[in-house]
């Protein structure tokens, strides 16, 4: 099972002030969701869009993470 999430930043906030603008669990036409959220950001006043699409599959190996 897969999930995307769309992330943006409200224009003048830096980067680490990331919000999630859209999820959606299973699978989603990635280019229709930026193009989407590109609209829809510039109507709300943000920018820095980033997509992501995290594998629920397995479970996060957190060990593994810390130790690199």
Known sequence: MTETILYGCK??????????????????NKEEVMNKGNEWAKANGYDRLRLAVIDLSTPPNFIKTITK
């Open 11 to 28: 224009v003048g906030d830096p980067d680490y002030m990331e919000e999630v603008l859209y999820a959606c669990k299973g699978y989603v």
